[in-house]
Each structure stands twice: as C-alpha cells, then as structure tokens.
C-alpha cells in the first residue's frame, strides 16, 4: 500500500518554472515507478511522465519533452516533476501515480494522489 500527496501547485507566469513534490508513504516505495498525469477542466487524463523505481529511466510525454526533469529521492520517499518555461496549455491538476514503469494508460497505475493546481497565466 502506498499513499500520495502532492504539493508545489500554484499560480505561475507562462515562461516561468515549477517544481511539484510527491511525498510517498509506505515501506515499498522504492520498489515502485512513478507516473505524473495532469487533467486540464474538460479534457481527458494526460500522461506526463514517468521514472523507473532506481530513478535511471525516464520517459515523457511529447507535449513537455525538453522542459520537464522528473526525478526521485527514495530515501525521502519522494518524486519531483520540474517543468520549465511553463505555459498557458500547462494549466491543470496534476497528480502523481505509482505502477508499471512508461505506462501511459491511467487505468495501470495503482495508487494516486488527490492532485494539485498549476495554473500559468499569459
């Protein structure tokens, strides 16, 4: 059983950068590769990013490649997603999930966070 909570949403100029936190409990953690999703109002579940278990592999969605860095810190028990020169279409409510490493199917991820707003203003 693993239980997320994300944090470091908010409201940031397009251009600008963020970084959002997802703090794990749970003992198996490390044992899990990381998702991050993001659903914009009206629109369907997007996958953003995921990172391997050891934090090696990464993969991205086209629409972030080349400004988003996830990364993890399993002695925190935390995943980060860093997104740079954010934009208008970047506002959304993401969330972070735990399962299949590279999964871009939603339904594959096992446990999920309850989100944060990222709204980016022009």
């Known amino acids: 059983q693993v239980q997320l909570v994300e944090s470091g949403g908010g409201l940031v100029q397009a251009g600008g950068s963020l970084r959002l936190s997802c703090a794990a409990s749970g003992r198996t953690f490390s044992t899990y590769s990381m998702g991050w999703f993001r659903q914009a109002p009206g629109k369907e579940r997007e996958f953003v990013g995921a990172?391997?278990?050891?934090?090696?592999?990464?993969v991205y969605a086209d629409s972030v490649k080349g400004r988003c860095t996830i990364s993890r810190d399993n002695a925190k028990n935390t995943v980060y997603l860093q997104l740079n020169n954010l934009k208008p279409e970047d506002t959304a409510v993401y969330s972070c999930?735990?399962?299949?490493?590279?999964?871009?199917?939603?339904?594959?991820?096992?446990?999920w966070g309850q989100g944060t707003q990222v709204t980016v203003s022009s």
């Open positions: 999930a735990a399962g299949p490493f590279g999964a871009r199917d939603a339904g594959k991820y096992n446990y």
């Open positions: 990172i391997g278990w050891i934090g090696v592999s990464t």
